[in-house]
Every structure is written in structure tokens, then in C-alpha cells.
């Protein structure tokens, strides 16, 4: 299995909703991360797990809250987000981060719109 | 400020045509340049290059590593249309910084 699969595919909500981002991989990857990428721009890093630790938070507004529950899933919650948060949210998941330059596999996004 | 830059910023071929893309890095902590190709949604892994001056090929693609220069290129021969995309470099070492990538247009 050498997929990173990431839920929903498409998400709408409204500035008072709460909602959550879920990626998994069972390649026994130790690194997960979530970038955002807006149209035509490339993908910017957000949040980096390592070993189900926060490593990175890419000085990210508190309205997006990462959660890595064990070694294959993580989570991100959104909470109040504004319009300008609408972009696709990419997760990756490389194989140990601690190493160095190991290549990111990516899912295939959740384009959130928000309204 | 750690930097990566791609040019062309866009691309217009024929089938056929022979196209070389290029990335330029300024990343203080590197240890490898990744090379992605991106369609719709998640970008696909094409090659990672860690050492300077080994050409890295699969079918029509390759690309090589020049670390004197901090450079890489990747060129694709034989263009077809589906290799229309935008191709994305990413260098770094735990955590990559993307170019903006080149968008690629192939023509029949």
C-alpha cells in the first residue's frame, strides 16, 4: 500500500462551522505533514508531525488545530475559518523525518471552500 | 530566507518537442531537491536528487543535480499531451520549500 488517502475530497462550510480533515497511511511512514496550496501558487507548509509530535506549526492561525492520534492518521480541525482559508489541504507522509531529505508522498487533497 | 524558483513560469509546446524546466534553490539546511508532477490534485513524485552530477532517468523524463551551481533540471523528450501539468521542485532536508512551479502546456 503506498497511498496516503485523505477524507473528504470536497468540503463547504461556513464561517461557524466546525470541521475535520482526516489523512491516513499505512506505509509505516513516521512523518506527516499538512500543506495548503491556493490556486496557481505552490503547496505551503502548515503543520509537520514527527514520531506523532508536533514538530513544525508554520505559524498557523489557532482556527486550524493538527492532531496526529497514532503513527498512521492525522487530523486536521478547523474551527471559524474565513474565506480566505479556501485552498486545497494537502497531507504527505515521508518515512523518517529525523533523517533527512526522505521524499514526500502525497494524498489527493480536500478542497475546502469556505462560504 | 530559504527560496526556490522555477523557470519557465509557463510553457507552451507541441507534441514532440523536447523541454527543459528549470530550479534554482537557496535552502540553508538541503540535503535533497525533489521533483513533482501535478495535475488535478496530489502532486505525483517524479525524482529525488541528492547528489550533484548523476542524471536520474524514467522513460522520457530525467533530470540532474548541479550543487556548485544550486540548480537542477528536468527535461522531458518527446513531449505528449499528457505530460501537460505543472511540475513543481521542492528542496529542503526535514522540511521542503516548493518552487511555484511550471505550468506545461502540450499542443497536439
Known amino acids: 500500500d503506498t497511498e496516503v488517502t485523505q477524507t473528504p475530497k470536497h468540503l463547504v462550510m461556513g464561517m461557524t462551522n466546525k470541521k475535520s480533515l482526516k489523512c491516513e497511511q499505512h506505509?509505516?511512514?513516521?512523518?506527516m505533514y499538512w500543506y495548503k496550496q491556493k490556486a496557481k501558487k505552490p503547496p505551503e507548509l502548515m503543520f509537520v508531525?514527527?514520531?506523532?509530535?508536533?514538530?513544525i506549526n508554520e505559524s498557523v492561525p489557532s482556527r486550524f488545530s493538527p492532531e496526529c492520534p497514532n503513527s498512521s492518521l492525522l487530523n486536521l480541525h478547523l474551527h471559524a475559518l474565513q474565506p480566505e482559508d479556501s485552498a486545497l489541504y494537502l497531507c504527505?507522509?515521508?518515512?523518517?523525518?529525523?533523517?533527512?531529505?526522505?521524499?514526500?508522498?502525497f494524498g489527493s487533497g480536500t478542497q475546502l471552500s469556505v462560504l | 530566507e530559504d527560496k526556490v524558483v522555477q523557470s519557465p513560469l509557463s510553457l507552451v509546446v507541441h507534441e514532440g518537442d523536447t523541454v527543459t524546466l528549470n530550479c534554482s534553490y537557496e535552502?540553508?539546511?538541503?540535503?535533497?531537491l525533489l521533483w513533482y508532477k501535478q495535475e488535478k490534485k496530489a502532486p505525483t513524485f517524479l525524482f529525488m536528487l541528492?547528489?550533484?552530477?548523476i542524471e536520474k532517468k524514467s522513460g522520457r523524463l530525467s533530470s540532474i543535480l548541479d550543487k556548485k551551481e544550486l540548480s537542477s533540471i528536468l527535461n522531458i523528450t518527446a513531449t505528449q499531451t499528457g505530460d501537460s501539468a505543472i511540475y513543481l521542485c521542492?528542496?529542503?532536508?526535514?522540511?521542503?520549500?516548493f518552487g511555484t512551479g511550471t505550468s506545461l502546456t502540450v499542443i497536439p
Open positions: 504527505a507522509s515521508s518515512q523518517d523525518r529525523r533523517r533527512g531529505g526522505e521524499k514526500l508522498f
Open positions: 506505509m509505516g511512514h513516521r512523518a
Open positions: 508531525y514527527s514520531y506523532e509530535k508536533l514538530s
Open positions: 535552502v540553508t539546511n538541503f540535503r535533497s
Open positions: 541528492t547528489s550533484s552530477g
Open positions: 521542492a528542496g529542503g532536508r526535514n522540511q521542503f520549500y
